[in-house]
């Protein structure tokens, strides 16, 4: 190959997995977060869960994108491993429709397909549209990095020692492991299967020797996705694993089926002079025929994924950081909104709890509820910065403006759970000068916190992140508490001046317990702000 060869070929490739990128991206761009609602709705049938990994991948042109984005939802708690096993295995045959377009010669119109996905992205306003026409964009550029790698190839057929090379891979232990090498280097079985079908267009090698290369690819593209899970959890990790079982448990029954019996040649037969044809049939009868072997076994395959990697005591637990996939990858805006919103929750649970503290800090002069909201306030700044960090990240990624407004309505959420600590927090403080000054409640006072204390809690209770059709029940209840808190905010400071006055309290009581109203006000305000932001009406 000459030098210009070499560079023609890694240009093709880079436009290859470039074509691929796009198309991923436009994908998620037009789904998003109802990714999440799709496979919810779909995956509790595994046969539709198989359609589903199927259709994402036939569209996507990447096997490995899907399971990925498989991966990370069973990481983020969106999909229960039984759920990811027709997923995984549909994403099997989707990939399959690369190499079925390649053998048609659809490069021909790659030129066409590119220049019209360009028009519908630029030229039209239209956000679904722009999405339909990333995708298509993506697939002309995807054909057209193809070709370019089939004319780099073609001097390789009167080169010898290649020649030689290539005849070594019908050992299938050879070419199997040969064709899980590249692709793992690659990370795209539909670009490694594209570069085979490309060296068999350029007269390079035929079926004999590139099959168990073939089914080497299949088991090569499991790299991804394991890199993908090496920071996720044990369900993620499992996941992994059922895709490689897959793979690995196809290519010992089709490298068996090629050596016992006349596959090779059957295909050879049914589909004379065309190699690259042969290799997308091969390939699509490999994951069709080892999908309809394995699917009925889905939940034998996820149970000995549970005993190949147990739990283990101490090191599956997780943590208050946040758990996300590549940010970049499909799927992504679903992860990251679930994430956040399980976030969101632990952090308000924690604002709840402090709130609660403070009043009884208060209340019963407690030094120790002090100290403790003290340590639970630092947990939820710590929750706050993480989240504000990782809202900012993904509002730099193009998204649907439904996602991006569910983003906005998450960060109003944080910062208003944030507010609430702080006057938790500036609440419980009061107790220190009113022990250092020796300053005591008067029965009045102590039931006028009381009664606030039960609009604060019942607004808390009220404003629950996980039931999703009961929002505005719990926005009206907010709304009405709150109502109620500023009235008796004005009731009890007008009382408390009256008192004073009358000389019954002290004014340094007076002036603390002011600020302690203005606190608790606040307070429900921004529990009602939370609420509205919940709550999608509004």
């Known amino acids: 190959m000459r030098l210009e060869d070499i560079f023609m070929l890694f240009g093709g490739l880079a436009l290859f997995l470039y074509g691929m ?19 919810e709705k779909l995956t509790s049938n595994r046969v539709l869960g198989m359609l589903v990994g199927a259709g994402i991948t036939a569209v996507i042109q990447s096997s490995s994108a899907t399971t990925v984005m498989v991966v990370g939802f069973v990481n983020s708690g969106l999909m229960t491993l039984r759920q990811a096993v027709g997923v995984i295995m549909g994403a099997n045959i989707g990939t399959t429709v690369t190499g079925l377009l390649i053998a048609l010669d659809v490069g021909l119109i790659a030129p066409l397909l590119a220049f019209v996905g360009v028009v519908l992205m630029t030229m039209v306003k239209k ?22 790698m089939s004319s780099s190839m073609s001097p390789l057929r009167d080169y010898e020692p290649f020649v030689q090379l290539l005849t070594r ?15 793992a280097l690659v990370q795209s079985s539909s670009a490694s299967i594209g570069i085979l079908q490309a060296l068999a267009l350029s007269g390079v090698i035929g079926l004999e020797n590139a099959v168990f290369v073939l089914f080497g690819q299949n088991i090569g593209t499991c790299i991804t996705a394991f890199i993908a899970s090496l920071g996720g959890n044990r369900e993620a990790k499992r996941a992994t694993l059922i895709h490689l079982m897959f793979n690995v448990i196809g290519a010992a029954i089709f490298t068996a089926i090629c050596l016992l019996t006349p596959f090779v040649e059957v295909v050879q037969s049914l589909l004379p002079g065309s190699v690259p044809g ?7 009868v490999f994951n069709i025929v080892t999908t309809l072997i394995l ?11 549970c005993r190949l990697l147990p739990e283990r005591e101490g090191k599956d637990s997780r943590d208050s950081s946040m758990v996300f996939v590549d940010e970049h990858r499909m799927g992504s805006t679903a992860i990251a909104l679930s994430e956040l919103q399980k976030q969101e929750a632990a952090m308000f649970a924690l604002a709840r709890e402090n709130v609660e503290l403070a009043f009884d800090a208060l209340i019963g002069r407690d030094t120790e509820k002090l100290r403790k909201v003290a340590r639970q306030e630092e947990d939820i ?3 706050n910065a993480e989240i504000t960090r990782v809202i900012g990240h993904m509002a730099t990624h193009e998204m649907s403006e439904a996602d991006s407004e569910h983003f906005n309505r998450l960060l109003i959420v944080c910062g208003n759970i944030e507010r609430i600590g702080d006057h938790a927090m500036n ?20 039931r006028e916190l009381e009664n606030l204390r039960i609009l604060a809690t019942h607004a808390l209770l009220a404003i629950d992140f996980e039931d999703e059709n009961n929002r505005q029940r719990a926005l009206d209840t907010v709304t009405i508490l709150e109502a109620d808190s500023d009235d008796k905010n004005r009731q009890y400071r007008a009382a408390q001046i009256r008192r004073m006055r009358s ?34 009406a509004n």
């Not at 991206?25 to 037009?30: V, Y």
């Not at 699917?295 to 994924?305: I, K, N, S, T």
């Not at 009061?430 to 029965?443: G, N, S």
């Open 21 to 39: 990128n796009i198309m991923s991206e436009g994908l998620e761009i037009a789904a998003g977060d109802r990714l999440k609602s799709i496979l």
């Open 127 to 148: 956000q679904k549209v722009n999405c339909i026409g990333q995708i298509v964009a993506g697939l002309g550029i995807l054909f057209i990095g193809m070709e370019l």
């Open 169 to 183: 891979f019908t050992n299938p232990v050879l070419g199997i492991l040969a064709g899980a090498l590249f692709t």
């Open 278 to 284: 042969q290799i997308a049939a091969t390939h699509t």
């Open 295 to 305: 699917l009925p076994f889905g939940d034998r395959l996820a149970d000995l994924a």
């Open 381 to 383: 700044d710590l929750y």
């Open 427 to 446: 609440m419980a403080e009061y107790l220190e000068p009113l022990k250092k000054r020796h300053i005591h409640m008067d029965d009045e006072t102590m």
């Open 503 to 536: 000389g019954n309290v002290d004014p340094e009581l007076s002036i603390l317990y002011s600020e302690i109203l203005t606190d608790i006000e606040r307070m429900l305000d921004h529990m009602l702000n939370i609420a509205e932001a919940l709550c999608p």
